[in-house]
């Protein structure tokens, strides 16, 4: 089984403009407002796929409500984790000409209690192969050893750890438990500062991951591993469209492809080629954690696979 955990849920909004014009008004049109952040819309992908999964987020009394309905109506399991904490707002505005702008608030910190209560679902509901993956941003003020703490517990339960996020406590993270990362290019070159993907991956598994994927936008992903591999994947034809929910289709199939499976045997090539069809499948959403999976059918023989190394 997959957890995910939303550590900074929001209120995701997606508007339709023609052309976004900056520094002048536009009518919008509301193409989808849902419970979102990125460990629920890695959720919502894994609900497509018909994987078994929890999805945890802390969410307070005036939300929880339009929340449960939500998930409810995309097919996510979710758990959520009482908060004081008020939701926080993230609004997509996406162009026809391909283009997604995104706007996030920050959000606020957590207190310790709802961390506390986090390590303790974690604590009882993981089990020898499953996985945890912890996806997007953390509150402004969270104390990395409150991440540290939660990793732990995973790692504690024999749960295999994904992290997609960036900064400090991600590197706290690695120091503490070997872990999958799977940043983006500039995510990965501001956690290593090293511009070249390979290299940048290279360079996070010197920081403690056994694995590290980055992700190129419509050039695909590289995979090293703590083992040696070098792995490229890549669409044949680039895709366009909105590519907000791409990289969480992408953790989404990682995940799905790790679970239940020891690290030595992972089938990486055909991970890879999956996690790249659903995640070039995510680009011809508008929303978010949403994947027709006759598009994932359709470009799966279009992925390319190199092993460098």
């Keep these: 089984m997959i957890l995910t955990l939303t550590p900074n849920p929001a209120r995701d909004i997606t508007y339709a403009v023609p052309r976004l014009h900056v520094g002048e008004s536009h009518r919008v049109s509301v193409t989808g407002t849902?419970?979102?952040?990125?460990?629920l819309n890695v959720a919502g992908v894994l609900a497509c796929m018909e994987v078994e999964h929890v999805a945890i987020a802390p969410v307070g009394d005036g939300d929880r409500a339009f929340f449960a309905e939500d998930t409810a109506q995309r097919g996510?399991?979710?758990?959520?984790?009482?908060?004081?904490?008020?939701?926080?707002r993230s609004?997509?505005?996406?162009?026809?000409?391909?283009?997604?702008t995104v706007l996030n608030e920050q959000g606020e910190s957590q207190?310790?209690?709802?961390?506390?209560?986090?390590?303790?679902?974690?604590?009882d509901t993981a089990r020898p192969g499953d996985v945890l993956a912890i996806s997007g941003s953390l509150p402004p003020g969270t104390p990395a050893d409150a991440i540290v703490s939660l990793c732990r517990a995973a790692a504690d339960a024999g749960a295999e750890l994904v992290v997609d996020g960036r900064g400090r406590w991600v590197r706290e993270v690695l120091a503490a438990i070997p872990a999958l990362v799977k940043p983006n290019a500039s995510?990965?070159?501001?956690?290593?500062g090293a511009e070249d993907p390979t290299e940048a991956a290279r360079l996070l598994v010197g920081q403690g991951a056994w694995a590290a994927i980055v992700s190129r936008g419509p050039e695909g992903i590289v995979?090293?591993?703590?083992?040696?591999?070098v792995i490229e994947a890549r669409p044949g034809t680039p895709g366009v469209g909105n590519a907000t929910g791409a990289g969480d289709a992408l953790t989404a199939a990682i995940?799905?492809?790790?679970?239940?499976?020891?690290?030595?045997?992972?089938d990486w090539p055909a991970v890879l080629r999956v996690g790249v069809a659903w995640s070039a499948?995510?680009?011809?959403?508008?929303?978010?954690g949403v994947i027709d999976r006759t598009d994932v059918d359709a470009l799966f023989d279009d992925i390319v696979v190199t092993e460098l190394a």
């Design 34 to 39: 849902h419970a979102g952040g990125k460990g």
């Design 76 to 88: 996510i399991r979710l758990r959520m984790v009482d908060t004081p904490v008020p939701l926080r």
């Design 91 to 100: 609004v997509a505005v996406f162009s026809t000409d391909g283009l997604a």
């Design 111 to 123: 207190p310790q209690q709802v961390w506390d209560d986090i390590v303790g679902i974690v604590r």
């Design 187 to 192: 995510e990965a070159a501001s956690m290593t």
């Design 223 to 229: 995979l090293v591993t703590a083992t040696g591999r």
């Design 255 to 266: 995940t799905a492809g790790l679970d239940g499976v020891a690290r030595d045997e992972v």
């Design 281 to 288: 499948a995510a680009v011809r959403q508008t929303v978010a």
